[in-house]
């Protein structure tokens, strides 16, 4: 499978998947995109149904990364996709399924279920993924005799924690994350900070999540520095990553019905549009998906487009701050790619509408034609707030006797706005609520419940440098770690 970027598909350039796997953005300021989707057969889905989650991993990836060898790939997904890994699960005997589907019950004729993505070492989906990178950059520096990879990032949660989790110990690599000094949640940071392992460097900064995110690009923007320290990201534009995510999707169709003529609709709580655009992708590959249900909170970018064509660009000052955290964006940095399909692959108008973006604030594919595309892709939206959490919160937990967190719950009230009889609705649960217990206890006067591996979390020793807002000093600490 060879990869294109979205700004520039048709000058022919060609990417493999190990070319790619380290990058971020690709040279023209676009996403990479495989230049077709794998078609999955009839026979295919017959026999995907019965694998384990690392079989199917293996059988989905190795359409997409056919450079690596195939028995490097299956060592590669039976490493990742591991019980003992995904183990933080409400019911332990289902750790072993990795992504276990939980049914809450029957509402508007049809299943409601959720589709446990967060029982992984930092209880949010973004393990899924993070995992595999973590394991996949390991082998790409070891099999393409690079000597080593810096990674740099900002993070105000979950992110952050996710990409530490899966890097530490991986030879060849450090992580060096950047956070807000004493402004993310005591959980978080002791998720973080607990962390002995010595490639991994906690960098607190004394300003806020912006001007860490700040740091990173006047850091990357420092090519000199980017070349000589191999500077690399692993922010959620990384194609590796949607890669990885596509393979859920499959799973959790298996898991709600019986044969493959039955059609499910997923909703995705969403952000940067990572998680959901994965949804799509199977969906091109010819997965039975009714509707891709696309979830936001306050900040409903996404949920204006998808109602409206209009794509408009919020400044840092219209970010709200919501108690769904991980979906507080200003802009959704994976829906290039979506775009890119809506257009028919059309890489100059993308390159003409996303400098419109960056230039003017957005744009408009509001005629009727485009947005009879966008549905025809199955997309449909809504947005939740706070109080529709909080009620959400309540509902689901007096109806089924199950906490659910907040990012998870804006799912699921954007999910019963579109529930159609005889169509399983899946709604992704992209964390645990012990995350966010101030919003729990908001809402049921209780703590949300604790997987015993994080029983002493908040007391173990923490390992972080406080460092001011400063990219030279930042720099500074990088040279000595590095050449220490
Ligand atoms: C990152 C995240 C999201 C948003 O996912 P995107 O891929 O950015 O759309 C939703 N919920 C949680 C808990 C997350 O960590």
Do not use: V, W, Y
């Given at each position: 499978m060879n990869y294109i970027s979205?700004?520039?598909?048709?000058?022919?350039k060609r990417y493999a998947f190990l070319d790619i796997?380290?990058?971020?953005?690709?040279?023209?300021g676009g996403l990479y995109m495989p230049v077709r989707y794998p078609h999955v057969s009839n026979a295919e889905l017959l026999h995907w149904r019965t694998l384990s989650y690392a079989d199917l991993a293996f059988e989905i990836l190795k359409k997409f990364c056919d450079d690596v060898p195939a028995h490097d790939l299956l060592a590669l997904t039976h490493r990742t996709y591991r019980a003992d890994i995904y183990?933080?699960?409400?019911?332990?005997?289902?750790?072993?399924?990795?992504t276990p589907l939980k049914t809450l019950g029957i509402e508007s004729g049809t299943s409601l279920s959720l589709l446990?993505?967060?029982?992984g070492p930092t209880l949010a989906f973004k393990d899924i993924a993070m995992q595999l990178l973590g394991n996949l950059f390991e082998y790409a520096l070891a099999t393409c005799h690079a000597q080593q990879l810096n990674i740099l990032g900002a993070t105000s949660g979950d992110t952050g924690s996710s990409a530490e989790y899966a890097m530490?110990?991986?030879?060849g690599v450090r992580v060096f994350m950047l956070s807000p000094y004493r402004k993310m949640s005591a959980f978080q940071t002791a998720q973080m900070f607990c962390l002995q392992d010595p490639n991994i460097f906690n960098i607190a900064v004394e300003g806020v999540f912006d001007d860490c995110q700040d740091i990173v690009k006047a850091v990357s923007n420092d090519h000199a520095f980017r070349e000589q320290y191999q500077i690399g990201t692993v922010n959620s534009i990384n194609w590796a990553r949607i890669n990885a995510q596509i393979v859920y999707y499959f799973r959790g169709y298996f898991d709600a019905?019986?044969?493959?003529?039955q059609r499910v609709s997923f909703t995705v709580p969403s952000g940067n549009f990572g998680n959901v655009c994965a949804g799509h992708i199977a969906r091109m590959m010819g997965?039975?998906?009714e509707k891709l249900v696309v979830a936001t909170n306050e900040n409903d970018v996404l949920n204006e487009f998808f109602r409206t064509g209009k794509y408009r660009l919020r400044s840092a000052a219209e970010i709200h701050h919501t108690t769904?955290?991980?979906?507080?964006?200003?802009?959704?940095?994976?829906?290039e790619r979506f775009v890119f399909d809506l257009l028919d692959r059309d890489s100059s108008r993308v390159l003409q509408l996303f400098c419109a973006a960056e230039t003017k604030g957005g744009f408009d594919l509001s005629t009727l034609d485009d947005l009879t595309r966008v549905r025809e892709f199955g997309f449909v939206s809504s947005r939740s707030t706070h109080t529709d959490r909080i009620a959400t919160i309540r509902d689901i937990y007096r109806r089924y006797q199950i906490i659910i967190d907040t990012h998870t719950a804006d799912g699921v009230k954007v999910a019963r706005e579109y529930l159609e009889p005889g169509v399983p609705m899946i709604v992704l649960?992209?964390?645990?609520p012990i995350k966010f217990s101030d919003t729990i206890r908001e809402a049921l006067d209780q703590d949300p419940p604790r997987p015993p591996?994080?029983?002493k979390l908040e007391i173990l020793p923490q390992r972080f440098t406080v460092l001011p807002a400063d990219a030279n000093r930042i720099k500074d600490f990088m040279r000595t770690q590095i050449n220490s």
């Open positions: 979205t700004r520039s598909a048709e000058l022919g796997l380290l990058g971020g953005l690709a040279k023209d183990s933080n699960t409400r019911d332990t005997s289902l750790a072993k399924r990795i446990e993505l967060s029982n530490r110990s991986k030879r019905t019986h044969h493959n003529d997965l039975p998906i769904s955290p991980s979906m507080d964006i200003s802009k959704a940095s994976n829906f649960e992209t964390a645990q591996a994080f029983d």
